[in-house]
């Protein structure tokens, strides 16, 4: 990610960390209070911060033991003064407690940022995954 916007390259690290350290409120802190979000699982969307809270919360706390390592890249970037947009792979790799890769999927992921008082916050996320044609399954690895 060095080429990119830093600001953009620091909120795709603030993010990878608090997810590592199963952090909710620095997790729910990258995200603007009227965020909306498409998610990949169970609901169409969430409305601002309280609805996904309790889901990330429960996620985080359904680890136990383990970590979960973000991996994202192949970004793609376009950065105006208030806005910036960046589609990317988001690999989610859950690590049990001495390390080692338990399970892992991979989502496209979408953010729109918006710009407010020298930070990006995330204004809209879609996460999602393509469904295969011949079983209607998700696919959660790029081949």
Known sequence: MSDID???SRICDEYKRAV???DVEAFLGLHHPEARVFDTWGVWS???LKEPRKVI???LSS???????VTI????V?????????SARAVYVALSAPGVEVRSMQNRLTW???LEAGAWRIIHEHTSAPIGFSDLKGMLQRD
């Open 6 to 8: 830093p600001l953009i």
């Open 20 to 22: 590592h350290e199963k």
């Open 46 to 48: 969430y409305e601002g």
């Open 57 to 59: 919360e429960d996620w």
């Open 63 to 69: 680890l136990g033991e383990e970590r979960v390592a």
């Open 73 to 76: 890249d192949r970004l793609q």
């Open 78 to 86: 376009t950065v105006t003064r208030e806005l910036a947009m960046l």
């Open 112 to 114: 729109v940022l918006k």
